[in-house]
């Protein structure tokens, strides 16, 4: 394709004109990315990239049946919701559908941050309370109301950032957190703290409008919570007159394969109050969404101010709406999550038993995270090594990123069409650069490396499909340990906790 500016001219003229707090990836030398296709990325010299890492394009970049459905509707009509159109009614019927039947209500905005901010004002108009609580290393947008509810940012600003009416729960985080693996009920143990919270904040003279948490922590580290923690959680929250919101920005649509809604691994028995979409909701257009019950929904029309949103829900995003929609049924994307994601996990598990560098692989779907350690007994982070990792891996045309607390974990969110070769051939990359790596730092020696090359050889010659597509694999340590909807199952070889490495 013909370029208007050269590589070094478009960032010339970015540093010029965007502002430098605008980042790019790659920062020591940028990629200048012209078009995209499917998991692929593609730059001015056409080379082509893996792309493990972008869950806006959630169908695949450019998927020819969304892009016509914009270009039909554009050609046709683009207005605001204040006039009546079929798109937007079929578009929150086909939405509502998809969630459990009190989550009936919606309000279309354009952006995850814009879907969380109207959250935050549902769950305070809904009883006049106005404190909330939020995660450890939780990000919620860039929003100044989300800023503050976001300790991945705010702690950035100083010791003194959090604001009175912020409370910041641990991280049920069962790798690095306060209760791990080790301990026998880590859902129960962490909700406690957040029942701490409610009870020191009562005691304060302050009031809980919500506790707002990813059903899946991404910048936080890929955390799952334990199976059990929203239930209890959402009891606390209710007794004190708050609301739960669940942010599906980042992980909702499918990606995790069985269910729709990240939200659902939790079981049957959990529903959140308000849930918020964004990001894999449009395919890379900007659109996004608050749902809730009809109870808070009439409560904040009892405020007396219209809401009003001049692009939120118009004709031409609902129309691109429908046709992901459309796509992840038609494709059974779902499906691909599960069975891709599975294959992926399995993979990796391989490399945490070859390679001193892995300390932790979780995941569900096509969401999962490896979390790198300088070394396994003590878990410290492997920081630098992370970062080094991923820039070998641009060399390698594949595209992946490192996020977490300590920039330490590696972040698989590829579009939802990733296949079982691409999954093969990132692990099989990974294996090669770890083991490099390794020999050069100290912890493997040649020899090592040599023997390792000769069982990648001798396992890929015997390989054949993986077992498992209908289960989902869940933070192993040691032996591989599978789980059925998030419970372990009689299969696994540790059955209510993981072994301490």
């Known amino acids: ?59 695949g970049h450019s998927h020819p049946y969304v892009a016509k459905a914009a270009i039909k509707q554009m050609e046709l009509l683009n207005t605001n919701s204040r006039f009546l159109h079929d798109n937007l009614v079929q578009y929150a019927q086909r939405l509502t559908a998809t969630l459990p039947e009190k989550l009936s209500v919606c309000y279309f905005v354009n952006s995850g941050s814009e879907a969380n901010d109207l959250a935050l004002r549902l769950s305070r108009q809904y009883r006049g309370h106005q404190d909330v609580i939020t995660l450890e290393n939780a990000y919620h947008g860039h929003l100044t109301s989300l800023i503050d509810i976001s300790p991945y940012k705010f702690n950035q600003l100083g010791k003194d950032s959090k604001k009175e009416f912020v409370h910041v729960a641990p991280s049920p985080d069962i790798y690095r957190g306060k209760y791990r693996e080790d301990h026998p009920d880590p859902a129960s143990a962490y909700a406690e703290e957040v029942k701490k919270i ?50 599906e920005v980042q992980v909702g649509f499918g990606r995790v394969g069985k269910h729709f809604w990240a939200f659902q691994l939790q079981g049957e028995d959990f529903v959140p109050d308000i849930v918020t979409m964004g990001k894999p909701i449009g395919n890379g257009h900007p659109m996004s969404c608050v749902v809730t019950t009809r109870e808070i929904a009439e409560s904040f029309g009892a405020s007396g101010l219209e809401y009003f949103n001049t692009f939120g829900g118009n004709p031409v995003s609902c129309a691109i709406g429908l046709a992901v929609l459309d796509v992840i049924e038609k494709e059974d994307l779902q499906g691909n999550a599960t069975y891709v994601g599975n294959y992926l996990l399995e993979l990796l598990a391989e490399q945490k038993e070859k390679h001193p560098l892995v300390g932790d692989i979780r995941g569900v779907g096509l969401f999962i995270g490896v979390d790198l350690v300088k ?27 490192a996020d977490g607390p300590h920039r330490n974990i590696l972040k698989f969110k590829p579009p939802m069409c ?84």
Request: glycine share 6%.
């Open 1 to 59: 394709m013909e370029q208007r500016y050269s590589k070094a001219e478009t960032l010339a003229l970015r540093r010029k004109h965007i502002g430098p707090s605008c980042k790019v990836f790659f920062a020591k030398d940028p990629l200048k990315i012209v078009r995209a296709q499917g998991q692929y990325m593609f730059d001015e010299k056409g080379e082509k990239y893996l792309d493990c890492i972008n869950n806006v394009a959630h169908v």
């Open 418 to 501: 990733f296949t079982m070769e691409d999954a093969k051939h990132v692990v099989e990359t990974i294996d090669a650069l770890l083991t490099e790596m390794e020999v050069a730092i100290g912890m493997k020696t040649q020899n090592d490396a040599s023997t390792n090359a000769q069982c990648k050889i001798e396992m890929t010659e015997g390989s054949s499909q993986p077992e498992g597509a209908s289960e989902s694999i869940n933070h192993m340590n040691g032996a591989v340990c599978r789980q059925e909807n998030g419970l372990y199952s009689k299969k696994c070889s540790v059955p209510s906790q993981r072994i301490r490495t």
């Open 198 to 247: 409610i009870e020191e904040t009562q005691k304060n003279g302050r009031k809980i409008a919500a506790f707002i948490a990813e059903s899946m922590q991404s910048c936080g580290g890929q955390v799952i919570p334990p199976v059990g923690y929203f239930q209890k959680v959402a009891e606390y929250v209710h007794a004190a007159g708050g609301v739960f919101i669940a942010d």
């Open 375 to 401: 070394d396994q007994q003590t878990r410290a982070p492997a920081t630098a090594e992370a970062l080094h990792l991923i820039y070998k891996l641009k060399e390698h045309k594949i595209l992946l990123s």
